[in-house]
DNA sequence: CTACGACTTCAAGTCAACTTGAGGTCAAGC
DNA sequence: GCTTGACCTCAAGTTGACTTGAAGTCGTAG
């Protein structure tokens, strides 16, 4: 009775039914049953989803998503792997904070070149401290 | 006399010559002029690239880059446009914070079923706070 | 009982960000 | 003065993550 029709999952997600059949098809999620031909998923899938999500905005490709979260939304990775994932995103949000704070101060710093302005200079330097070889990233707006 | 070509830029950058080639296209950055067929870099190209491979990291793509760091490697958006981008920014911590946060909680908890954990869920929630539209992310191994 | 709309499959298309390959140029060292 | 190796261009290919379109299947409301 509490099954929802992709429907329903791609209103409350706000993730297309394309890319929710995309989703089950690479083992993201997966429809308990169906009712005719329409797959029939638990409320559970949108914790899921939401998982899946955050793993997208961090970076992660929808395999190393499957690899922290398996099929079942619930983590397979031995304990050591799941918190080395967790330093890699500790290492990205570094990184983001040396851009963000890059990016407010050429906002606000009144230098004609701040390639030569010295807070610049050691604001980007400070997210130097080795990324090595590293997350590549996209948009795609539904 | 201190120009740079692009093999060198490469080296130094750690990204391939056709990727540089590429940003040149696209125009995130460009040679001062040519010796021969061959670009001339200056050495500033390489804290611009630093500011691409931050902004790729952070889930943009090359175009919005180009948006925020002008051609020439310095930002030409309004001081408010980059405060906002410094907020999408901010709003990307919080998220990728959470899914750290999250890991490291998966790894640790002994319940058996991380669905019915009450401190699972909340971690959960916490990304939840309105996320709407956004970043989709990927990986690319040069 | 039929029409409707929401679903289904499957193949093909799209987009960004590169990479690869074929064929060509050129300056520097021998 | 010729070879070599690092560069060049341009078109086409690749990958990941979807989207789109054509053609078909249902179950429910009228």
């Known amino acids: 009775m509490k099954y ?5 999952v791609s209103a409350k997600s706000g993730i297309k039914p394309s890319a929710l059949r995309h989703y089950e098809a690479v083992g993201l999620i997966a ?3 169906r009712h005719g031909l329409r ?9 899921q989803l939401k998982l899946v999500s ?7 490709s929808l395999d190393e998503i499957a690899g922290m979260f398996g099929r079942n939304g619930l983590p397979d990775l031995p304990r050591a792997a799941l918190h ?11 990184e983001l904070t040396a ?10 710093c009144p230098a004609p070149s701040h390639m030569e302005c010295p807070t610049f200079r050691r604001l ?6 080795r990324s090595g070889k590293h997350a590549n990233s996209k948009r795609r707006l539904p």
């Open 99 to 108: 851009l963000r704070n890059t990016l407010r101060h050429v906002a606000d």
């Open 124 to 129: 980007v330097d400070v997210a130097g401290k």
């Open 84 to 94: 080395q994932k967790a330093d890699e995103i500790d290492r990205q949000i570094r």
């Open 39 to 47: 797959r029939q998923f638990l409320p559970e899938v949108l914790l």
């Open 31 to 33: 429809a308990v049953s």
């Open 54 to 60: 955050m793993g997208k905005s961090a970076g992660f």
């Open 4 to 8: 929802l029709d992709i429907g329903e």
